[in-house]
């Protein structure tokens, strides 16, 4: 049965990670909390067989103390043969559903109970889904898989709040490519929908003309938007994501950029919507007029026929674009 004891923080084996599932925890808070009216919950200690202590649950706050110079800490101690290592590990994962837990935490936790001899059926049916994770093998495989990516990879994900789904993109690039677009993302901090995104067109570009992502990533444009520092995070972002559509999209992009320059071309008001067909696959355009009343409508179709008398008789830039395609 555990008991409640004071334990010098020496005797305590911080270094020993066996039941640490936190990753990159937050400790300010409960550094103040500590400075303010000290420990208000009793860590959670095993004793080990050399008269050290082992940490089940209690990690931020073994770290807290220590950061702080506290000699000891009200911890309840199971004492051998109280605690077997399954069972500390469920105190751990009880203690940690409190609070939302991130993918790597989520990850580490899985991974354990597999290594406890929890079966990969009871992990799949009764774990994923108190982690909020769907009940299947491809889950519990793509969780447990983030684990091999470098620490760095891991923590950016977890600064950006990516979900599984933009995690797993990281999963499918080799360890260069991984290398080299980290500090793209890191510098430019896109979106999930962009992360995925701008992957995905390297992944495919880089199928289709045999040449390594890291080397894509060094085109001097990439590079150029890189160093360009004046510019807002927005721009930037958008700039790369037109470059990697242009790089997967050559022909696409090509007939997207002659349609916005002709549109710009037109000075249509506000009001006026100037839509392409879709991927430009079709043949028809959409054009959309907004209008309160009847007079706004006139005003806007009067300047629709100004456009139309200004254009050249002999030519169609509209079928000009559909023959590009």
């Known amino acids: 049965m555990r008991t409640l004891e004071t334990v010098p923080l020496s005797r305590i084996d911080l270094e020993d990670r066996t039941f640490l599932i936190t990753f990159m925890p937050d400790l300010e808070p409960l550094l103040a909390s500590l400075k303010l009216v000290g420990l208000l919950e009793p860590i959670i200690l095993r004793e080990k067989r050399d008269e050290t202590y082992q940490i089940v649950c209690g990690f931020k706050r073994a770290e807290a103390l220590r950061a702080l110079a506290i000699g000891e800490a009200a911890a309840f101690v199971y004492h051998h043969g109280e605690l077997d290592d399954l069972q500390a590990l469920l105190l751990t994962v009880g203690h940690n559903l409190t609070r939302p837990l991130n993918l790597v935490e989520k990850a580490q936790a899985l991974e354990k109970l597999l290594c406890f001899g929890v079966s990969e059926r009871e992990v799949i049916d009764c774990y994923l889904p108190l982690f909020a994770l769907q009940p299947h093998m491809r889950i519990l495989e793509q969780v447990v898989d983030l684990l091999a990516l470098e620490r760095r ?53 880089s199928l289709r003309d045999g040449v390594s992502i890291s080397s894509l990533l060094t085109r001097g444009d990439i590079v150029e938007l890189l160093g360009d520092l004046e510019a807002p995070l927005p721009q930037r972002i958008e700039r790369l994501r037109r470059i990697v559509k242009k ?79």
């Open 153 to 205: 990879l891991r923590e950016y994900m977890v600064r950006q709040g990516l979900s599984l789904a933009a995690a797993v993109r990281f999963i499918q690039l080799d360890k260069e490519a991984q290398g080299a677009i980290l500090p793209l993302l890191t510098a430019l901090r896109p979106g999930e929908n962009r992360v995925k995104e701008i992957i995905t067109y390297l992944q495919e570009v």
């Open 247 to 325: 790089m997967r999209f050559p022909l696409l992009t090509a007939i997207e950029e002659k349609f916005a320059a002709y549109k710009q071309s037109l000075s249509l008001p506000p009001r006026i919507s100037f839509h392409p067909p879709p991927f430009f696959e079709g043949e028809e355009f959409r054009m959309e007029l907004r209008f309160k009343d009847f007079r706004a409508f006139r005003e806007l179709t009067a300047k629709l026929h100004e456009i139309a008398a200004e254009e050249d008789k002999n030519t169609d830039p509209l079928l000009d674009l559909s023959r590009s395609r």
